[in-house]
């Protein structure tokens, strides 16, 4: 009997220790995505910048601890005509909203919100790799930046979102 309760109060301890190092590891790789993101607006060229990229987008696609949403309104809102750096900037865009839901699950349903957080850590990227680099340099990228210096970005963003496209599928 006590053969038993031993082997009983060890397997507790067991899998205590083993759901605080899963916890842990949790914990660790959601700060790990959102030091990659930061880092890759800031420097979006950096020798570690494909690295990050990639284990931040296997990270997103694997989690289960974020969601996000990406629909033909939100796709436009990082062009490609005659952009040379758009998968950057399309993952750094994926990147901030996902950002912006970890650090907010309040408004984790805030599509707007989470949308507009997601094209601002873009557009810093941008920024930087404009500096960096003048190929970088993007007509629509610059109007996106216009917008976000005359407070206009969110009501930009409002008509382009996944719910204005199931709005045009309901008029059709």
Known sequence: MKKL??????GIFVFGVETSLA??????????????TKLLEKKPFDDNAPAAREWNFKWLTDTKDVTITVCSGTLKLIPEKKNKFHSELFLQFNFGM????????DKKDDEVAA????????????????????KAQNPAMDELL?????NGLASYV???????????KDEE
Do not use: H
């Open 158 to 168: 409002e008509t382009n979102t996944c719910k204005q496209d199931d709005k045009k």
């Open 23 to 36: 916890q842990s590891k949790q914990d660790k790789d959601r700060a790990a995505f959102i030091g990659n």
């Open 115 to 134: 949308t507009v957080a997601g094209l601002e850590s873009a557009l810093r990227a941008y920024e930087v790799m404009v500096t960096e680099n003048k």
């Open 98 to 105: 996902a950002v912006f839901s970890l650090q907010n699950p």
């Open 5 to 10: 309760s031993i082997i009983f109060l060890l």
């Open 146 to 150: 216009a917008k976000r210096a005359s």
